[in-house]
């Protein structure tokens, strides 16, 4: 670039170098805007070479491009100095401006730093403006412009095309140039980095429609059941999705699974089952109403589907057919717990039966509530905690499984209706298939008198009442004392009956005709004795020829004519392989009340039938 000295030279100029920042503008990459700017000292401002070098992420200055002379950008490109030696460099030399010269007199101490350079030699300035080959001339760039913003870059030249240092308009021209290029390499970084994020943007997009294209399948086609419901909001609860196997599973179409919730559709002796199970993680096993009103056996698992901008939105839930697994489960439960010649309830079964409708405070102390942990839910005392507290499977629909209006008898009442489960219920409080005295159908016999013989407010779960099983009172404020009847009670009192049999004449019978005609009569006794007692009664065989009942809401009176009743059903001929055989039975009974042990009022029992057994041996001699 010529000196100012002739107008007309600047006018040529100034329009070269208003081409040179127009062609900035119509790079379309950051490459190409580094390269741009390098040609553009060359073409418009009248250098023969030309470096941009870059700041690094690592704060180091990269060569990103060079102009006017293939060898020195083959040497030069990609070569990196480091920021220290550059913050050395803008400090030198003498301050055009922005703009950095350190003339060859003082540069030769930067002939050995780290900065790529492309060194030349040449003989002495011959007058004081010529330029020589170890001249540097630096203009820096800076995002805001100024010194004062972040350096983005420097740009070096080297031999001006006229041989001379440049003059205040040469210096003034490449100061404006610079700062049109920092302003160029901040927007090629601006749309670069937006260009980035668009790409990362859709590969996410095409990730997440793979992904939930992969969950449609993975729900859809899952051989095992699996519902989504609403977590939060009006419709909390609802089913929003049900697969195709969960639809099989249930009998229902996936239009009619979506007018549900899970509380609609579990057992009502699973709703408290249902009530403790979290969002997060939690499991459970309950049992879930078909369309023709049988129940499943599932095991649920749940996590929660989280929306980052909105926060848990779904409920997740796998649902597994474990029918057959609990099948055999309940089967093994079964032989555990009942004789297996008999079929009736066994010794562990009757004791287990006999505790769970004592405890261990007698009548007249004072409770002292048992208070349940904390759960994912809050506190459960009583059960009246658990209304209205939150729970992932709620639904909007009434009350289909519930007692309209709460349930009355405890201590204000459990109240229905909707709660964030869908169902406010307790467990307790809902109808189930026991029988009154709390067992289920196949425990126990049919007998031939009813519900119309139990005193009234005898309901549902009261033979199966609370027992902690570590002395204190059960949490359930529900739990109904028994009191133990005694020779001086009124007629009208009633109580829990333990009648303990004892056949006569067994162990001849065995010893005569073997075992195989003493089983028959023991499993012939046991089918008499099941015919004789009221639903709700329990028949357990204790061992050998030893048979106990358990039979409640019984005055003494009462429970004198079941055992004569009981004795009369067990004396007729038994017909045993063509052969009759006969057995009597002595009856003692005891009465059960909170305060004792299952084994005390076993005991009481026994020795009243050994009582009674020899009493009537007495008055069989004397009438011999």
């Not at 490449?174 to 927007?187: G, H, R, T, V």
């Not at 095991?299 to 779904?314: F, H, I, K, M």
């Not at 009664?537 to 004198?560: I, K, N, P």
């Amino acid at each position: 670039m010529d000196t100012e000295s002739e107008p007309y030279v600047r006018l040529t100029t100034l329009r070269q170098v208003h081409q040179a920042v127009a062609n900035l503008n119509t790079a379309r990459s950051l490459a190409d805007t580094l390269q741009t700017v390098a040609e553009g000292v060359v073409n418009g401002l009248g250098y023969e070479l030309a470096a941009v070098n870059l700041v690094r992420p690592d704060g180091d200055l990269v060569v990103a491009a060079v102009a006017g002379s293939a060898s020195a950008e083959a040497f030069l490109s990609g070569r990196v100095g480091s920021r220290v030696s550059w913050e050395r460099r803008l400090s030198m030399g003498e301050r055009w401006g922005e703009l950095r010269f350190i003339p060859y007199t003082e540069g030769w101490v930067l002939d050995d730093d780290d900065v790529p350079q492309w060194r030349t030699t040449g003989p002495a300035p011959r007058f004081p403006d010529e330029w020589h080959p170890m001249d540097r001339l630096l203009a820096p760039m800076y995002s805001a412009g100024a010194a004062g913003g972040e350096l983005l870059g420097v740009i070096s030249v080297d031999r001006p095309s006229n041989g001379r240092r440049p003059g205040a308009w040469g210096r003034e021209a490449l100061q404006m140039y610079a700062f049109q290029s920092a302003i160029a390499i901040s927007n090629a970084k601006l749309r670069a980095n937006m260009q980035r994020a668009l790409v990362r943007l859709e590969r996410e997009q095409q990730a997440l429609r793979a992904s939930e294209e992969s969950f449609r399948q993975a729900f859809e086609y899952a051989p095992s059941g699996m519902a989504i419901a609403e977590l939060g909001g009006d419709q909390h609860g609802r089913l929003h999705r049900a697969n195709d196997a969960l639809c099989r599973l249930l009998g229902r179409s996936a239009s009619q699974m979506r007018r549900y919730s899970f509380s609609d559709l579990v057992h009502p002796e699973d709703i408290g089952t249902l009530l403790r199970t979290s969002a997060e993680g939690g499991r459970a096993e309950l049992r879930l109403r078909r369309r023709d009103d049988t129940f499943v056996w599932v095991s649920l698992r749940n996590s929660v589907v989280a929306d980052a901008a909105e926060g848990p939105r779904y409920l997740l839930t796998h649902v597994e057919d474990i029918e057959d697994r609990k099948r055999h489960e309940l089967q093994l439960a079964h032989r555990a717990s009942h004789d297996s010649l008999t079929g009736l309830p066994n010794s562990a079964e009757l004791r287990a039966r006999l505790s769970s409708r004592l405890c261990a405070r007698p009548p007249g102390s004072e409770p002292q509530h048992a208070t349940a942990d904390h759960g994912p839910f809050g506190r459960l005392e009583g059960f009246e905690e658990v209304v209205g507290v939150g729970d992932p499977f709620g639904g909007p629909f009434g009350e289909p499984l519930g007692i309209p209006g709460g349930i009355p008898g405890g201590p204000g009442g459990i109240p229905g209706g909707d709660g964030a489960y869908g169902h406010d219920r307790a467990p307790d409080a809902l109808a189930d298939d026991r029988s009154p005295g709390g067992y289920r159908p196949g425990d126990y016999a049919v007998g031939d008198y009813g519900m119309a013989d139990y005193p009234a407010g005898t309901g549902a779960g009261d033979f199966g009442a609370a027992y902690s099983g570590s002395g204190g009172y059960d949490h359930r404020d529900h739990h109904v004392h028994t009191v133990p009847l005694d020779e001086d009670s009124d007629e009208s009192e009633k109580g829990l009956a333990v009648l303990f049999c004892d056949l006569d004449g067994f162990k001849s019978i065995n010893d005569r005709f073997g075992h195989h005609t003493g089983d028959a009569v023991l499993i012939e006794v046991a089918r008499r004795l099941s015919s004789g007692v009221r639903d709700g009664d329990t028949v357990a065989r204790m061992g050998g020829d030893e048979f106990v009942v358990l039979a409640d809401g019984l005055g003494r009176a009462d429970a004198e004519d079941l055992a004569v009743r009981l004795r009369n059903a067990i004396i007729p001929p038994i017909r045993v392989d063509g052969r009759a055989v006969r057995v009597g039975a002595s009856f003692g009974i005891g009465w059960a009340g909170c305060g004792m042990s299952a084994d005390e009022v076993l005991r009481s029992a026994d020795q009243r039938m050994y009582v009674e057994k020899r009493s009537r041996a007495r008055a069989g001699r004397r009438a011999g």
